[in-house]
């Protein structure tokens, strides 16, 4: 239920601390969010600081009491927005891809340090395609490639690479099956869904697409089928690496290990958590 419109005073000012009040029971950080969701409806990023005192007005006022009921019914702020910010880009984002969250920049940060001097690269479950345009800006001297099976999601992604002007191959299917015979990489990166399906943080999580948390009963089905595809797409000396829940890591190394990977870590996130594990590919699997 929308609370009571403020009528007293139109100025962005005014309706920033309204937003502020609102929001105070329905998220961590309500100024904040207050800023952004006004902010998204202005003409100018700069217009809430330079003209505070300016009216909002009703075709502005219409679009963010829209945005502010979709907000305090428990959608995600970056839904609301429609775009989110990962690794210093701007990148679109609606229901049918994850939210880009922090954690990801551990694998993302691992592989710019990682990242070959020629050949081709791979992201397999793109979503919304934060990974290999992150990448890609960094270095779009290389060949990259990514994979999603949905296509609204790889819709999202071919998106945000066209604004972006990136240039990625985006192959629509079930993993490497998605792949062109005879494609070989060099750095293969995924963040696979890795829930199991009872997993208690799915409760939290139901705004965002089932299909890309959860794996199946162990949450690890998806490495299982991905390590069981790549091997007809691998260098002699191709790395990998995967984004895995902190609790997991045990396991990743193991599955990499039976599928014929060495020199296999784990890498921790910010918060000290397992979050990524990597491993080469050995010469005599290749």
């Known amino acids: ?21 609102q929001l105070a029971a329905h998220c961590d950080a309500p100024e904040q969010e207050a800023r952004w969701l006004l902010e998204e409806i202005l003409d100018s990023g700069t217009e809430l600081w330079s003209h505070p005192q300016a009216p909002l007005g009703e075709t502005r006022r219409s679009h963010l009491l829209a945005l502010l009921a ?3 019914s428990g959608e995600p702020l970056p839904y609301c927005l429609g775009h989110w910010s ?29 990242l070959p001097e020629k050949g081709s690269v791979l992201d397999l479950g793109t979503g919304s395609g934060a990974i290999i345009l992150a990448l890609a800006q960094a270095r779009p001297d290389l060949d990259y490639w990514a994979v999603d099976r949905c296509e609204d999601a790889l819709a999202v992604a071919r998106h945000n690479g066209a604004v972006l002007g990136l240039s990625v191959h985006w192959c629509a299917g079930d993993w490497c099956q998605a792949l062109p015979a005879g494609q070989r990489f060099s750095l293969v990166l995924s963040n696979p869904p890795y829930l199991a399906t009872d997993d208690p943080h799915l409760a939290e999580l139901d705004a965002e697409p089932i299909s890309a948390l959860v794996a199946g009963e162990t949450g690890l089905e998806s490495y299982q089928a991905i390590l069981a595809g790549l091997p007809a797409h691998l260098e002699p000396q191709t790395r990998i ?3 895995h829940g902190h609790e997991q890591g045990p ?4 599955l990499l290990r039976a599928h014929g990977w060495e020199g296999v870590e784990t890498h921790r996130d910010l918060a000290g958590r397992e979050r990524v594990s990597s491993a080469v590919w050995s010469t005599l699997y290749a």
């Open 1 to 21: 239920m929308m609370p009571e419109v403020p009528a007293a005073e139109d100025s962005l000012r005014h309706w920033l601390a309204w937003l502020g009040i």
């Open 70 to 72: 979709r907000r305090m």
């Open 86 to 114: 990962f690794m210093d880009l701007d990148l679109r984002v609606d229901p049918h891809v994850l939210i880009p969250r922090p954690d990801t920049e551990t694998l993302v940060r691992w592989a710019l340090a990682h």
């Open 241 to 243: 690496a995967f984004e």
């Open 251 to 254: 396991a990743l190394r193991q």
